[in-house]
Structure formats: structure tokens, C-alpha cells
């Protein structure tokens, strides 16, 4: 029987399950959080973050030739093949325009929110070629993933960071005028206060868990701004799509990822209202998740070449 991760793109590398033998060989420490479950399957407890965390340097090492990566334990620990996927998606919605993927520096791309992980910037250019802008909010998180950066001096010329000095803007403060992007991406804050991501945390961990620890209810990273903002989600979102239209004629292609689909029907509203000339949903499904990246332009068709 295929154990193959079907519901992940086809182009994505971790579709098979994880070769730990090989894991271990690139990141030795990840064989203690390494052992065989009840159904005879080699895995780690996805709830611990240290085990998460190795696994991700592992995985980067093998897959993508990313040294010494490594991110503080406050920090949002990401899934790797979920953020491969969202990368392929953007790939596929680029080779619409001629049938092929684009690559090489002539596609860049915008990473609002990169984090302390640097995670789809290095994706992006170790899959595609592409040139890649991370921006964020908080410094630390950016002094980390500079930290990246310099371990693997073969991207400096390709990867870029940059602080957004105020919270209320995303765009603004980032683009200069004469600043030309083939798309943005985000993984935008979730939920819509502190009180709220913790109930999301217990819940997540419980079911990891199967409630058996409670000692690692507390044990998911992440800063304030990666996981929370006020209006959560829906908020953030309606924000972007109103910046989007001042800035509509240097990014070709914007996309967010939506958790919630209640949200979409709001969202797709509001971008009929701010005149984007195309508007698409793109449904991704990891596991039992299932999530979507929402795109739309203000380009008209034919002078989509310029991009």
C-alpha cells in the first residue's frame, strides 16, 4: 500500500514518507526524538517543537542544500511540505501565462511576513531560481533570518530582508516606486487575540496528543505578530486588499493564504469593490487541513508581459 502524501502538489519533494535513516544522517540529534508508533510507523511526536524544529533543518538540508538552519524556540516552527506547496501553487498560477514555470531572478516575489524561519524565500530559490523580498515587523524575527542568510552566503545575492517599521501597513514603507513584483504571498496572523490562539493551541496539541500530556499544551512557538492581530484574519486580509490597490501596478500577482472559507465570500466581495480584474482561489489540502490562497490582480491581461 502507497503511503504517498497525495493531497500535496505533484512537484512537491515530500510527498514521500520521511526517509529518517537519511533524515538523521544530515542532522544526527533528531534520531532521540526519532521512534515506531503503535501502527508500525517511524515518526516523531509533532508536538514537541525541538523534535518539529530538527526535522525542519533536516529536511532543508537534504532537499533544498540549506546549512545550519535553526530558529529561536519563541519562534512559529512551520511544516515544511505545507510551505512547499503554497511556493508550487504560485508556480503553476506563473506558468499560465505561456504553459511554462518561470525561473531564474527574473521572477521575484514578495514574502510579507517571512518570520524568524525565512522558510518560502528559500524554497522559492531553491526550487525556482526565483529573487525573493522578506519583510516584517518584528526585528528579531529579521535578525534570524539574516542569521540564515549567513550561513548560506550562495543566497545573499538572491534573498533580500527588510523591516516594516509600522504595523498598520504592509506595502507602504516596503515599495519603492519604481519596485516591479511578479507576485506577494502571506501567511497571515490567524486568530484575533491572545486568548483565542490559545484555545487554538490546546485544541491542536490535545489532538496530537490524544490528550495523554498536558504538559506540551504550552509548547507551540511563535511571536505575537505570527499568530495573532486584532480582526485576526479577516482584518488583516481586507487591510492587504485595500493597500493592494494603491500599489496595484508593481505587483502582478497578489496572494494570501485564507484558513477560514466563511472569510472568502467578504474578501472576494470587497475585491470586486476595489476593481481587481482578476480574482481566483486556489485550494490546497495538507492531511486533514484544508486551506486556500487567494489571488487576484489589477493587470490587465495583455500588459502582463511587463511582469
Known amino acids: 500500500m502507497s503511503t504517498e502524501k497525495s493531497s500535496l502538489h505533484t512537484r512537491n519533494l515530500h510527498r514521500n514518507p520521511y526517509d529518517f535513516d537519511r533524515l538523521i544522517s544530515c542532522v544526527p540529534e533528531l534520531k532521540h526524538y526519532v521512534f515506531v508508533n503503535i501502527h508500525g ?37 512551520p511544516p515544511i511540505p505545507g510551505r512547499a506547496d503554497y511556493i508550487h ?3 503553476d498560477l506563473l506558468a499560465e501565462k505561456n504553459g511554462e514555470i518561470p525561473t531564474g531572478t527574473s521572477v521575484k516575489g514578495l514574502d510579507v511576513g517571512v518570520g524568524a524561519n525565512l522558510i518560502y524565500p528559500l524554497i522559492a530559490h531553491k526550487s525556482y531560481g526565483w529573487k525573493m523580498l522578506g519583510t516584517d515587523i518584528n526585528e528579531d524575527s529579521l535578525k534570524n533570518a539574516q542569521y540564515i542568510l549567513d550561513q548560506n552566503p550562495d543566497l545573499s545575492s538572491s534573498i533580500e530582508l527588510k523591516h516594516q517599521p509600522d504595523s498598520k501597513y504592509i506595502f507602504k514603507n516596503i515599495l519603492n516606486p519604481e519596485d516591479r513584483f511578479t507576485f506577494s504571498m502571506c501567511n497571515p496572523p490567524f486568530h484575533d487575540s491572545k486568548e483565542s490562539m490559545i484555545k487554538g493551541n490546546l ?3 490535545k489532538n496530537l496528543n490524544k490528550g495523554k500530556d498536558r504538559k506540551t499544551l504550552l509548547n507551540f512557538g511563535g511571536q505575537q505578530s505570527e499568530l495573532w492581530c486584532e480582526g485576526g484574519e479577516l482584518k488583516f486580509i481586507t487591510n492587504m ?31 470586486k469593490k476595489v476593481k481587481a480584474v482578476e480574482v481566483k482561489t ?14 487576484w490582480t489589477f493587470i490587465p491581461q495583455q500588459n502582463r508581459k511587463s511582469f
Open 41 to 77: 510507523t517511524t515518526t516523531i511526536n509533532f508536538s514537541i517543537p525541538q523534535a518539529v524544529k530538527l526535522l525542519n533543518k533536516a529536511l532543508l538540508f537534504h532537499f533544498y542544500n540549506v546549512k545550519d538552519w535553526d530558529i529561536p524556540d519563541t519562534n512559529l516552527c
Open 89 to 91: 501553487y504560485i508556480a
Open 203 to 205: 485544541r491542536k496539541t
Open 241 to 271: 486588499i485595500n493597500e493592494s490597490a494603491q500599489y496595484s501596478s508593481q505587483i502582478l500577482w497578489f496572494t494570501c493564504l485564507v484558513s477560514k472559507k466563511e472569510n472568502l465570500y467578504k474578501l472576494t466581495t470587497l475585491l
Open 282 to 295: 486556489i485550494d490546497m489540502a495538507q492531511g486533514q487541513k484544508i486551506s486556500r490562497i487567494l489571488v
